[in-house]
């Protein structure tokens, strides 16, 4: 192995580093000098987002047939970017990239949604940002992750550190109950996640993740159905489809609101990472992908089925925003169907769509979440729809990024939302799954209902103004117009965000 190639992993040094460093300036910073540490971590992740630019830049001069951004990944690429290190144990390559900017931009934006909480909380002390950091140099291995090792560490690490950030507003019963709630569930779809590993290495005696084959009366093929089938349970509980979403909006509404928005945003992003290594890569032959091609199709219709219509009851902001990601869960789930005859340079289409998906939805989503830990009310954030009635009369500004982010959501151009939605609906028919992709598109109408319900209340209140408070700072302004101004330059420049040249 070549030192020089340890360089591909610098982003996340630099982001575990800049967790070591916000954790120990807590030990010497007195309670009204933690202001600093927020800076500290997103500056932290803005630099690893930096480094991370410059190797993709250095990989372009080294290749100069390099695709864009977010190709490279398929397998067989040709002309594609891809430097396996360690032994193959981790794959650099377009996708990851791509994944680990998403994670990043969520970790640095969680941290702006955090920065308004009183000096004494345990959301503005060290460990706090540590931790969010932490997270976020899990979910970047693992969208590098190339072996199940790798993979299962890299989950960990992500995971174990969100387990605690859901509790970690010590005085809120609803913290520590989501926290446990995740942690129970988070360890039991591990054990799925681990047990299918055992079998597939079983079967092939091989922790990568290279392709299986299933070979004519071999009884070993029983173990990798098997296996393959462990995995699928675990995974799709780690993306919040259904059948195994019921944990989303208990955790996502009891989780500190920065928390939350990390969870939806960066947790997802990395768990796709994750679907697309299997299923692209280890699950790739053609006589196991026209089986689990049907099984995704149906998960992903149940998923924005489910999602989009329980949202319609819903009046907590939070978890009506919880429902509304198991939908896009299923919107996501779309992309990734691909008919048995498909070419690496069809996947490679698909997987742009799906990283442009996450990013335009990382976007918004984190937008969203921002504006809920702006309102507030006696030091407490308000949920519910009727607090937001009349916000627009005393809040244009954040109601009008609201707004942004709740017509994004629902796919409305000329937001980001419409063209990640009509990329993936597109993909999918273009493969021949048009009643799947049929069904995503009238569910996703069905959610203007859900989403055009929290912009009325703003514009069109049935009561008095909202007596709802905005604890305002730079931060703040630049975590929600940042985030509003993106999902609406997404939207009128994809190029932006897809790389085409």
């Not at 120990?24 to 971590?41: N, Q």
């Not at 993709?56 to 891809?82: D, I, N, R, T």
């Amino acid at each position: 192995m070549n030192v020089s190639q340890l360089t591909e992993l610098l982003p996340v040094g630099v982001v575990l580093i800049s967790a070591l460093v916000v954790v120990f300036l807590d030990l010497i910073l007195s309670p009204k000098e933690r202001y600093i540490l927020p800076m500290a971590a997103m500056a932290g992740c803005l630099l690893a987002l930096g480094v991370l630019g410059q190797n993709y830049l250095s990989a372009v001069q080294l290749y100069k047939s390099a695709p864009p951004w977010f190709a490279g990944f398929a397998p067989q690429s040709a002309g594609g970017y891809k430097t396996a290190i360690l032994g193959g144990a981790f794959v650099i390559d377009g996708f990851g990239m791509a994944i680990s900017a998403v994670a990043l931009i969520a970790g640095a934006l969680s941290v702006l949604c955090s920065t308004h909480n009183d000096e004494d909380s345990a959301l503005s002390k060290g460990e706090f940002y540590g931790l969010v950091l932490l997270a976020v140099s899990g979910m970047m291995l693992l969208a590098f992750s190339h072996d199940f090792l790798t993979l299962l560490i890299s989950l960990e690490i992500m995971s174990v550190a969100t387990y605690i950030l859901a509790g970690s507003e010590r005085d809120d019963v609803r913290s520590g109950e989501s926290a446990l709630k995740y942690l129970v569930l988070g360890a039991f779809s591990t054990a799925f996640l681990m047990l299918g590993m055992a079998f597939i290495y079983g079967s092939t005696g091989s922790f990568s993740l290279s392709p299986v084959i299933l070979h004519s009366s071999d009884p070993r093929n029983y173990l990798v159905i098997g296996g393959f089938g462990l995995l699928v349970v675990g995974i799709l509980f780690k993306v919040g489809a259904a059948p195994f979403h019921f944990w989303v909006p208990d955790v996502y509404q009891g989780a500190p609101t920065g928390v939350t928005a990390l969870m939806a945003v960066g947790v997802k992003a990395a768990a796709f990472a994750m679907v697309g290594r299997l299923l692209f890569e280890t699950f790739r032959a053609p006589g196991f992908r026209e089986h689990w091609t049907g099984l995704v199709a149906a998960v992903a219709v149940l998923t924005m089925a489910v999602g989009n219509l329980i949202a319609l009851r819903q009046s907590s902001v939070k978890r009506l925003l919880a429902y509304s990601g198991i939908a896009h869960s299923g919107y996501l789930l779309l992309g990734f169907l691909i008919n048995r005859r498909a070419d690496p340079a069809v996947m490679e289409e698909s997987l742009h769509a799906v990283a442009f998906y996450l990013l335009a939805y990382g976007v918004m989503t984190l937008g969203a979440f921002g504006v809920v830990s702006l309102t507030r009310e006696d030091g407490r954030s308000l949920e519910n729809l009727e607090d937001y009635n009349g916000l627009a009369k005393e809040h244009p500004a954040l109601a009008l990024c609201m707004a942004v982010f709740m017509l994004s959501l629902a796919g409305l151009p000329p937001f980001s939302g419409f063209f990640a939605k009509f990329m993936i609906f597109s993909s999918a028919i273009d493969q021949g799954f048009i009643l799947p992709a049929v069904l995503g598109i009238l569910t996703s109408v069905a959610s203007l209902y859900y989403y055009l319900r929290v912009v009325l209340r703003m514009y069109m209140p049935e009561a008095d103004s909202a007596s709802a408070s905005c604890k305002y700072a730079w931060t703040s302004n630049l975590l929600v117009y940042g985030a509003g101004i993106g999902s609406v330059l997404l939207g009128i420049f994809p190029h932006w965000g897809i790389g085409m040249h």
